[in-house]
Protein backbone atom coordinates (compact mmCIF):
# COMPACT_ATOMS: atom_id res chain seq x y z
CA UNK A 1 0.00 0.00 0.00
CA UNK A 2 1.28 3.45 -0.66
CA UNK A 3 2.43 5.86 2.04
CA UNK A 4 -0.23 8.70 1.85
CA UNK A 5 1.44 12.22 3.23
CA UNK A 6 -1.82 13.61 4.19
CA UNK A 7 -4.94 12.20 3.85
CA UNK A 8 -6.72 15.94 3.93
CA UNK A 9 -5.21 16.78 0.84
CA UNK A 10 -6.93 13.66 -0.74
CA UNK A 11 -10.00 14.74 1.60
CA UNK A 12 -10.51 18.35 -0.07
CA UNK A 13 -10.05 17.12 -3.49
CA UNK A 14 -12.81 14.45 -2.86
CA UNK A 15 -15.16 16.84 -0.59
CA UNK A 16 -15.96 19.10 -4.30
CA UNK A 17 -18.10 16.17 -5.41
CA UNK A 18 -22.12 16.75 -5.58
CA UNK A 19 -23.77 16.09 -2.07
CA UNK A 20 -27.28 16.41 -1.33
CA UNK A 21 -28.65 20.09 -0.45
CA UNK A 22 -24.42 20.33 -0.01
CA UNK A 23 -24.50 18.53 3.28
CA UNK A 24 -21.16 16.97 2.93
CA UNK A 25 -21.92 13.69 4.66
CA UNK A 26 -18.62 11.61 4.35
CA UNK A 27 -15.99 11.19 6.99
CA UNK A 28 -12.71 9.64 6.69
CA UNK A 29 -10.27 8.14 9.25
CA UNK A 30 -7.21 6.49 8.51
CA UNK A 31 -6.88 3.18 9.78
CA UNK A 32 -3.62 1.41 11.34
CA UNK A 33 -3.39 -1.02 8.29
CA UNK A 34 -3.30 1.86 6.12
CA UNK A 35 -6.91 1.55 4.83
CA UNK A 36 -9.19 4.29 4.64
CA UNK A 37 -12.17 3.54 6.38
CA UNK A 38 -15.18 6.24 4.97
CA UNK A 39 -18.18 6.99 7.36
CA UNK A 40 -21.56 9.18 7.41
CA UNK A 41 -22.07 11.67 10.32
CA UNK A 42 -25.62 11.09 11.14
CA UNK A 43 -26.12 14.71 11.98
CA UNK A 44 -26.23 15.72 8.35
CA UNK A 45 -28.66 13.48 7.66
CA UNK A 46 -32.05 14.66 5.55
CA UNK A 47 -34.82 12.85 7.87
CA UNK A 48 -37.63 14.22 6.09
CA UNK A 49 -36.36 14.64 2.27
CA UNK A 50 -34.13 11.69 2.81
CA UNK A 51 -36.07 9.58 5.21
CA UNK A 52 -34.25 6.17 4.03
CA UNK A 53 -30.74 7.84 3.39
CA UNK A 54 -30.71 7.07 0.14
CA UNK A 55 -29.79 10.47 -1.44
CA UNK A 56 -26.90 10.22 1.56
CA UNK A 57 -25.29 6.94 0.60
CA UNK A 58 -25.44 8.33 -3.16
CA UNK A 59 -23.68 11.44 -2.03
CA UNK A 60 -21.17 9.34 -0.24
CA UNK A 61 -20.41 7.57 -3.63
CA UNK A 62 -20.06 10.66 -4.76
CA UNK A 63 -17.25 11.31 -2.53
CA UNK A 64 -15.67 7.91 -2.52
CA UNK A 65 -15.48 8.57 -6.56
CA UNK A 66 -14.02 11.58 -5.77
CA UNK A 67 -11.13 10.12 -3.61
CA UNK A 68 -10.68 7.43 -6.51
CA UNK A 69 -9.80 10.57 -8.98
CA UNK A 70 -7.75 12.18 -6.80
CA UNK A 71 -5.85 9.11 -6.01
CA UNK A 72 -5.27 8.40 -9.65
CA UNK A 73 -3.56 11.81 -10.11
CA UNK A 74 -1.09 10.24 -8.19
CA UNK A 75 -0.34 6.83 -9.82
CA UNK A 76 -2.63 5.29 -6.68
CA UNK A 77 -5.44 3.07 -7.22
CA UNK A 78 -8.27 2.49 -5.19
CA UNK A 79 -10.52 -0.09 -4.13
CA UNK A 80 -14.01 -0.56 -2.26
CA UNK A 81 -15.12 -2.96 0.05
CA UNK A 82 -17.76 -2.84 2.38
CA UNK A 83 -17.47 -2.20 6.25
CA UNK A 84 -17.90 -4.26 8.74
CA UNK A 85 -16.84 -2.16 11.45
CA UNK A 86 -20.36 -1.92 14.27
CA UNK A 87 -22.12 1.61 13.66
CA UNK A 88 -22.67 3.98 16.06
CA UNK A 89 -25.29 6.72 16.60
CA UNK A 90 -22.92 9.16 14.92
CA UNK A 91 -20.98 7.85 13.02
CA UNK A 92 -22.14 4.79 10.90
CA UNK A 93 -19.11 3.01 9.09
CA UNK A 94 -19.93 2.88 5.26
CA UNK A 95 -16.95 1.61 3.30
CA UNK A 96 -13.21 0.51 3.57
CA UNK A 97 -10.60 1.86 1.01
CA UNK A 98 -7.75 0.12 0.26
CA UNK A 99 -5.05 2.26 -2.00
CA UNK A 100 -2.64 0.38 -4.36
CA UNK A 101 0.26 1.62 -6.22
CA UNK A 102 -0.51 1.49 -10.27
CA UNK A 103 -3.85 3.29 -11.44
CA UNK A 104 -3.92 4.26 -14.89
CA UNK A 105 -4.42 8.54 -15.33
CA UNK A 106 -8.24 9.11 -15.22
CA UNK A 107 -9.08 11.87 -18.25
CA UNK A 108 -11.99 13.14 -15.29
CA UNK A 109 -9.68 13.74 -12.76
CA UNK A 110 -9.18 17.08 -14.87
CA UNK A 111 -12.75 18.57 -14.70
CA UNK A 112 -13.39 18.02 -10.83
CA UNK A 113 -12.35 21.34 -9.35
CA UNK A 114 -14.73 23.01 -12.52
CA UNK A 115 -17.87 20.95 -12.16
CA UNK A 116 -20.89 22.46 -10.46
CA UNK A 117 -24.19 22.59 -10.12
CA UNK A 118 -25.43 25.56 -12.47
CA UNK A 119 -29.48 26.39 -11.33
CA UNK A 120 -29.93 29.75 -14.07
CA UNK A 121 -31.14 30.08 -17.38
CA UNK A 122 -28.81 28.56 -19.72
CA UNK A 123 -28.16 30.37 -22.59
CA UNK A 124 -27.82 27.55 -25.71
CA UNK A 125 -25.49 25.01 -25.95
CA UNK A 126 -24.04 23.28 -28.99
CA UNK A 127 -26.30 20.01 -29.81
CA UNK A 128 -23.19 18.06 -30.77
CA UNK A 129 -22.36 18.27 -26.97
CA UNK A 130 -25.06 15.63 -26.29
CA UNK A 131 -23.94 13.49 -28.62
CA UNK A 132 -21.55 11.18 -26.42
CA UNK A 133 -24.80 10.72 -24.04
CA UNK A 134 -26.90 9.69 -26.53
CA UNK A 135 -25.02 6.15 -26.49
CA UNK A 136 -24.97 5.52 -22.70
CA UNK A 137 -27.29 2.98 -21.50
CA UNK A 138 -27.78 4.70 -18.22
CA UNK A 139 -29.08 8.00 -19.97
CA UNK A 140 -32.06 8.91 -21.74
CA UNK A 141 -31.31 12.17 -23.47
CA UNK A 142 -34.94 14.60 -24.00
CA UNK A 143 -33.68 16.99 -26.18
CA UNK A 144 -37.26 17.80 -28.34
CA UNK A 145 -38.78 20.91 -26.86
CA UNK A 146 -41.66 19.53 -26.25
CA UNK A 147 -40.11 16.67 -23.87
CA UNK A 148 -38.31 19.61 -22.23
CA UNK A 149 -41.42 21.44 -21.59
CA UNK A 150 -43.09 18.35 -20.38
CA UNK A 151 -40.61 17.51 -17.80
CA UNK A 152 -40.16 21.50 -16.79
CA UNK A 153 -43.64 20.99 -15.94
CA UNK A 154 -43.64 17.47 -14.42
CA UNK A 155 -40.80 19.54 -11.98
CA UNK A 156 -42.51 22.28 -11.25
CA UNK A 157 -45.85 19.74 -10.03
CA UNK A 158 -44.24 17.16 -8.19
CA UNK A 159 -41.76 20.57 -6.69
CA UNK A 160 -45.13 21.67 -5.30
CA UNK A 161 -45.71 18.49 -3.81
CA UNK A 162 -42.90 18.60 -1.56
CA UNK A 163 -43.21 21.81 -1.14
CA UNK A 164 -46.28 21.40 0.61
CA UNK A 165 -44.74 19.89 3.36
CA UNK A 166 -44.18 22.06 5.88
CA UNK A 167 -41.72 19.57 7.43
CA UNK A 168 -39.72 19.53 4.32
CA UNK A 169 -39.60 22.95 3.87
CA UNK A 170 -38.30 23.54 7.24
CA UNK A 171 -35.63 21.42 7.06
CA UNK A 172 -34.78 23.11 3.65
CA UNK A 173 -34.82 26.07 4.92
CA UNK A 174 -32.39 24.89 7.55
CA UNK A 175 -29.30 23.80 4.80
CA UNK A 176 -29.92 27.35 3.17
CA UNK A 177 -27.64 30.38 3.70
CA UNK A 178 -29.59 33.32 2.56
CA UNK A 179 -27.26 35.63 3.45
CA UNK A 180 -23.44 36.28 3.46
CA UNK A 181 -23.66 37.79 7.01
CA UNK A 182 -24.59 33.57 7.82
CA UNK A 183 -21.83 32.24 9.11
CA UNK A 184 -22.25 29.40 6.89
CA UNK A 185 -22.24 30.99 4.20
CA UNK A 186 -18.76 29.66 2.51
CA UNK A 187 -18.79 25.77 4.58
CA UNK A 188 -21.89 23.93 3.74
CA UNK A 189 -25.60 24.17 2.39
CA UNK A 190 -27.31 26.15 -0.32
CA UNK A 191 -26.30 29.96 -0.38
CA UNK A 192 -28.18 32.56 -2.41
CA UNK A 193 -25.14 32.67 -4.71
CA UNK A 194 -24.93 29.13 -5.53
CA UNK A 195 -29.50 29.19 -5.99
CA UNK A 196 -29.20 32.20 -8.35
CA UNK A 197 -30.59 34.19 -6.07
CA UNK A 198 -30.35 38.39 -5.56
CA UNK A 199 -30.04 39.15 -2.31
CA UNK A 200 -34.07 40.24 -2.19
CA UNK A 201 -34.47 37.37 -4.17
CA UNK A 202 -32.82 35.20 -1.39
CA UNK A 203 -34.78 36.80 1.79
CA UNK A 204 -38.07 36.61 -0.37
CA UNK A 205 -37.96 32.88 -0.20
CA UNK A 206 -37.13 32.92 3.24
CA UNK A 207 -40.40 34.58 3.83
CA UNK A 208 -42.05 32.38 1.33
CA UNK A 209 -41.14 29.55 2.88
CA UNK A 210 -42.14 29.40 6.27
CA UNK A 211 -44.60 27.88 7.75
CA UNK A 212 -48.32 29.12 7.77
CA UNK A 213 -47.00 31.88 4.71
CA UNK A 214 -46.76 29.36 2.26
CA UNK A 215 -50.22 27.74 3.14
CA UNK A 216 -51.67 31.08 2.44
CA UNK A 217 -50.23 31.53 -0.60
CA UNK A 218 -51.11 28.20 -1.66
CA UNK A 219 -54.99 29.31 -0.68
CA UNK A 220 -54.56 32.33 -2.62
CA UNK A 221 -53.21 30.13 -5.64
CA UNK A 222 -50.11 31.60 -6.03
CA UNK A 223 -47.72 29.24 -4.17
CA UNK A 224 -46.66 27.25 -7.47
CA UNK A 225 -45.86 30.26 -9.35
CA UNK A 226 -43.06 31.30 -6.25
CA UNK A 227 -41.41 27.94 -6.92
CA UNK A 228 -41.83 27.69 -10.61
CA UNK A 229 -38.68 26.40 -12.25
CA UNK A 230 -40.30 25.74 -15.61
CA UNK A 231 -38.95 28.85 -17.63
CA UNK A 232 -35.26 27.76 -16.05
CA UNK A 233 -35.38 24.16 -17.16
CA UNK A 234 -37.52 25.00 -20.40
CA UNK A 235 -33.81 26.92 -21.40
CA UNK A 236 -32.06 23.70 -21.02
CA UNK A 237 -30.30 22.54 -24.23
CA UNK A 238 -31.57 18.80 -22.97
CA UNK A 239 -32.12 16.85 -20.41
CA UNK A 240 -30.60 14.09 -19.47
CA UNK A 241 -32.54 11.14 -17.41
CA UNK A 242 -29.82 9.07 -15.52
CA UNK A 243 -31.40 5.65 -14.23
CA UNK A 244 -29.42 2.58 -13.12
CA UNK A 245 -30.70 -0.90 -12.44
CA UNK A 246 -33.23 -1.03 -9.57
CA UNK A 247 -31.45 -3.04 -7.32
CA UNK A 248 -28.15 -1.19 -7.65
CA UNK A 249 -26.24 -0.36 -4.19
CA UNK A 250 -26.20 3.49 -3.61
CA UNK A 251 -22.51 3.79 -3.09
CA UNK A 252 -21.75 2.08 -6.49
CA UNK A 253 -24.79 4.68 -8.17
CA UNK A 254 -23.41 7.62 -6.10
CA UNK A 255 -20.03 7.22 -8.34
CA UNK A 256 -21.49 6.51 -11.50
CA UNK A 257 -23.72 9.77 -10.27
CA UNK A 258 -20.64 11.72 -9.98
CA UNK A 259 -18.65 10.52 -13.44
CA UNK A 260 -21.76 11.04 -15.71
CA UNK A 261 -21.76 14.95 -14.04
CA UNK A 262 -17.74 14.95 -14.97
CA UNK A 263 -18.66 13.92 -17.87
CA UNK A 264 -21.24 16.52 -18.73
CA UNK A 265 -18.17 18.92 -17.72
CA UNK A 266 -15.93 17.42 -20.02
CA UNK A 267 -18.60 18.13 -22.56
CA UNK A 268 -18.40 21.77 -22.18
CA UNK A 269 -22.07 21.69 -20.51
CA UNK A 270 -23.23 23.08 -17.13
CA UNK A 271 -26.00 21.00 -15.03
CA UNK A 272 -28.28 21.11 -12.05
CA UNK A 273 -30.45 17.66 -11.23
CA UNK A 274 -34.25 17.67 -10.60
CA UNK A 275 -34.16 15.20 -8.36
CA UNK A 276 -37.51 15.53 -7.46
CA UNK A 277 -38.78 14.20 -10.73
CA UNK A 278 -37.28 10.75 -9.34
CA UNK A 279 -38.35 10.72 -5.99
CA UNK A 280 -41.91 11.73 -6.66
CA UNK A 281 -43.36 8.62 -7.43
CA UNK A 282 -46.22 9.76 -9.87
CA UNK A 283 -43.27 11.62 -11.93
CA UNK A 284 -41.07 9.19 -11.85
CA UNK A 285 -43.47 6.83 -13.17
CA UNK A 286 -44.70 8.92 -16.04
CA UNK A 287 -41.11 9.83 -17.02
CA UNK A 288 -39.79 6.28 -17.06
CA UNK A 289 -43.39 4.93 -18.73
CA UNK A 290 -42.78 7.77 -21.56
CA UNK A 291 -38.95 7.33 -22.17
CA UNK A 292 -39.37 3.62 -22.32
CA UNK A 293 -36.65 3.45 -18.92
CA UNK A 294 -37.77 -0.76 -17.85
CA UNK A 295 -39.36 -1.52 -14.69
CA UNK A 296 -35.85 -2.94 -13.61
CA UNK A 297 -33.92 0.30 -13.76
CA UNK A 298 -34.68 3.31 -10.94
CA UNK A 299 -34.32 6.84 -12.29
CA UNK A 300 -32.06 8.35 -10.26
CA UNK A 301 -32.30 12.11 -11.14
CA UNK A 302 -32.95 14.19 -14.37
CA UNK A 303 -30.05 16.42 -14.94
CA UNK A 304 -30.65 19.47 -17.01
CA UNK A 305 -27.94 20.61 -19.21
CA UNK A 306 -27.21 23.61 -20.86
CA UNK A 307 -24.44 26.29 -21.42
CA UNK A 308 -23.92 28.64 -18.34
CA UNK A 309 -23.36 32.58 -19.20
CA UNK A 310 -20.02 33.26 -18.58
CA UNK A 311 -20.11 34.48 -14.94
CA UNK A 312 -17.58 35.57 -12.22
CA UNK A 313 -17.58 32.11 -10.16
CA UNK A 314 -17.00 31.96 -5.93
CA UNK A 315 -15.36 29.00 -4.46
CA UNK A 316 -17.98 26.20 -3.76
CA UNK A 317 -18.78 26.12 -0.36
CA UNK A 318 -17.42 23.60 1.13
CA UNK A 319 -16.36 22.41 5.07
CA UNK A 320 -12.48 22.57 5.74
CA UNK A 321 -10.99 18.71 5.07
CA UNK A 322 -9.56 18.94 8.75
CA UNK A 323 -13.15 18.45 10.04
CA UNK A 324 -13.69 15.61 8.07
CA UNK A 325 -10.66 13.66 8.64
CA UNK A 326 -11.12 12.27 11.91
CA UNK A 327 -9.17 10.59 14.42
CA UNK A 328 -9.97 7.96 16.68
CA UNK A 329 -9.62 9.91 19.57
CA UNK A 330 -12.40 12.56 18.08
CA UNK A 331 -14.51 9.91 17.21
CA UNK A 332 -14.90 8.51 20.73
CA UNK A 333 -15.08 11.71 21.50
CA UNK A 334 -18.17 12.33 19.44
CA UNK A 335 -19.60 8.64 20.88
CA UNK A 336 -19.05 9.35 24.37
CA UNK A 337 -20.62 13.00 23.75
CA UNK A 338 -23.58 11.09 22.61
CA UNK A 339 -23.08 12.24 18.89
CA UNK A 340 -23.21 15.70 19.13
C1 LIG B 1 -28.05 12.71 -4.68
C2 LIG B 1 -28.05 14.18 -5.08
C3 LIG B 1 -29.23 14.80 -5.41
C4 LIG B 1 -29.24 16.15 -5.78
N1 LIG B 1 -30.43 16.75 -6.13
C5 LIG B 1 -30.44 18.06 -6.45
C6 LIG B 1 -31.67 18.69 -6.83
O1 LIG B 1 -32.73 18.07 -6.86
N2 LIG B 1 -31.63 20.00 -7.17
C7 LIG B 1 -30.46 20.72 -7.16
O2 LIG B 1 -30.50 21.91 -7.47
N3 LIG B 1 -29.29 20.15 -6.83
C8 LIG B 1 -29.26 18.83 -6.48
N4 LIG B 1 -28.07 18.22 -6.18
C9 LIG B 1 -26.81 19.00 -6.28
C10 LIG B 1 -26.31 19.46 -4.91
O3 LIG B 1 -27.18 20.40 -4.34
C11 LIG B 1 -24.91 20.02 -5.12
O4 LIG B 1 -24.06 18.99 -5.53
C12 LIG B 1 -24.34 20.66 -3.87
O5 LIG B 1 -25.07 21.82 -3.55
C13 LIG B 1 -22.86 21.02 -4.03
O6 LIG B 1 -22.68 21.94 -5.08
P1 LIG B 1 -21.79 21.63 -6.36
O7 LIG B 1 -22.50 20.55 -7.14
O8 LIG B 1 -21.75 22.93 -7.11
O9 LIG B 1 -20.46 21.16 -5.91
C14 LIG B 1 -28.02 16.88 -5.82
C15 LIG B 1 -26.83 16.22 -5.48
C16 LIG B 1 -26.84 14.90 -5.12
C17 LIG B 1 -25.53 14.21 -4.77
Redesign the pocket.
Known amino acids: MPVIPALSHLVAEAN???????TQPTRWRRLEDGAILVLEDGTRRLHVGDPGGR?AA??HG?AIEGLSLACAKRGWSVRVTTATDPPDDALRPVARLELADGAAPDPLAHFVAT???Y?GRFAGGDPAALDGFEVMPDVAVVRDRDGVAGLAELNDQAGLRSFRNAAFRAELLSWMRLSRRDPRWHLDG?NAE?MEMSSFEAACAGLVLRRGMFEAFDRLGVARTLVADAAVVRSALAVLLFHRPADEDPIST?RR?HRLWLEITAAGLTA?????LADDGAASAQIKAAHRIGSERRLI?AFRVGRAPPRRLSP?PRLPAAQLVLTPASADERWRAGGT
Not at 272 to 276: E, G, I, N
Request: aromatic share 4%.
Open positions: LAPSVHNDVSARRTRLAGFAPMTVTK
